[in-house]
């Protein structure tokens, strides 16, 4: 095989991993009945394509291939372990018989695995942090350190919590399944979580060299979807209608170099028409049952924001009186943030201030980048440059992610 087809081919892989890995691995669990030899079936699989599709060729449809040598290793590897030694206990659940053949899977039976293997993470077995740990790292294979960076916690206490959570789902043999329609209230909270979260780090990524990262966006939109046929109740509905209206604007949010662009300086006959009006139907349909939650309205705020021709004509008069309906269901201090900012924008820059810095003084959102980027623009919008400066300053320490970073240190250079 020549260099050239070996790059290939490894970039072929690499970008089924990046797309596909955690949807192969959800119908491995199934298989298989257990999370750790389902993640070691998946990277037998994708380290058996690298070495052969350079000689037998990419397959009709990858995915399937990859779920079904997952599976025929892993069950190589049980009958070899079985031969000489007893099985630890999380082997007794036995794989899906061999005349199963995995490659004719069709698209909406891999996606119900994506839904079980969510609701599985989400028992309510397990506490509300280590559902929302397990399935983020599971699901959706975002890093140990990313997650942890989330929670504001250490990637050893996060590592130990999805431990824990692996070890209980095995040791109470919680079945891999969607919940029957009397159980789902229980677990639908922490899933509707999951995918917001899921959604929010694709949309904004916490670190790296990227400010988003478009294959956790679709996951989400793709979970949102699936979740929304199951029970397509308003809350439901309201943030697969966020999602959707956030989505929609990425392709105005940066330049072609990556940059970051704010919302009142993007191009918003970039945004997508058609996501657009898909969100606002579906907000229009969440509010109109009178029995609505946060996610929908988030949904109502990126509404209005869709529905203006810019910045100058966007009613925010409107946003603050959502945000505040919004802070008595959720008064979180990134709600807070969020009305101040609008505040600001409706009332002018020193109410909003007043607003950001009373969070502070409460010693909430001190190690948020975003509180002193706020506080910053709303001081530059005042002339008051030092007292921009040093607050820039502080964000920039505290940013995770380049885009941020180069935007906050042009804005330092602006005000110089």
């Keep these: 095989m020549s260099g050239n087809n070996t790059e ?17 691995f959800a119908t491995l669990i199934r298989l298989l009945g257990d999370f750790d030899l389902a993640e070691d079936a998946m990277h037998d699989a994708f380290r058996i394509a690298l070495e052969q599709w350079g000689e037998t060729g990419i397959p009709r449809n990858p995915r399937a291939w990859l779920i079904s040598t997952g599976r025929f290793k892993a069950i190589d590897k049980i009958r070899r372990q079985s031969r000489f030694e007893m099985l630890p206990d999380q082997y007794d659940r036995q794989p899906e018989s061999d005349t199963v053949d995995p490659s004719e899977y069709a698209d909406t039976e891999i996606g119900d695995d994506e839904l079980r293997l969510i609701f599985t993470c989400c028992h309510p077995a397990l506490s509300f942090d280590a559902r929302v740990a397990l399935t983020l790292r599971e699901v959706c294979d975002l890093t140990t350190e990313e997650i942890a960076h989330a929670y504001l916690v250490s990637p050893s206490t996060l590592a130990q919590r999805i431990v824990r ?25 922490a899933v509707l979580q999951v995918i917001y979260l899921i959604f929010n780090e694709g949309y904004y990524a916490t670190s790296g060299q990227v400010l988003t990262r478009v294959d956790l966006s679709k996951q ?4 949102g979807r699936a979740l929304m046929k199951l029970q397509p109740d308003s809350e439901v ?8 209206l956030h989505e929609s604007r990425r392709e105005a949010r940066t330049t072609s170099s990556g940059d970051l662009i704010l919302l009142e300086d993007q191009d918003r006959s970039l945004w997508d028409q058609e996501l657009i009006n898909e969100g606002l139907s579906l907000v229009q349909q969440a509010l109109s049952s ?17 529905e203006a021709r810019d910045t100058e004509s966007t009613d925010w008069s409107e946003i603050t009186a959502i945000y505040n309906l919004l802070m008595r269901i959720n008064p979180s201090p990134i709600v807070k943030l969020n009305r101040a900012v609008a505040i600001a924008m409706n009332d002018g820059p020193s109410k909003g201030l007043k607003l950001i810095d009373a969070i502070l003084d409460k010693g909430e959102l001190n190690n948020y980048h975003l509180i002193y980027a706020a506080r910053a623009e709303l001081y530059r919008r005042l002339g008051k440059i030092d007292e921009a400066r040093t607050s820039f300053k502080q964000a920039l320490s505290l940013a995770q992610q380049e885009p941020e970073k180069r935007f906050i240190e042009k804005r330092i250079m602006e005000l110089t």
């Design 8 to 24: 290939h081919i490894a970039q072929i892989v690499d970008d089924l991993y990046r797309k596909e890995s955690r949807r192969v």
């Design 165 to 189: 959570a692996k070890a209980k789902i095995r040791d109470a043999k919680i079945p891999y399944q969607v919940p029957l329609p009397e159980e789902l209230p229980d677990r639908l909270d």
């Design 290 to 306: 009178n029995c609505f939650g946060p996610y929908t309205l988030q949904a109502a705020i990126a509404a209005v924001h869709a």
């Design 220 to 223: 989400a939109m793709r979970l």
């Design 237 to 244: 509905k309201g943030l697969l209608a966020m999602m959707l």
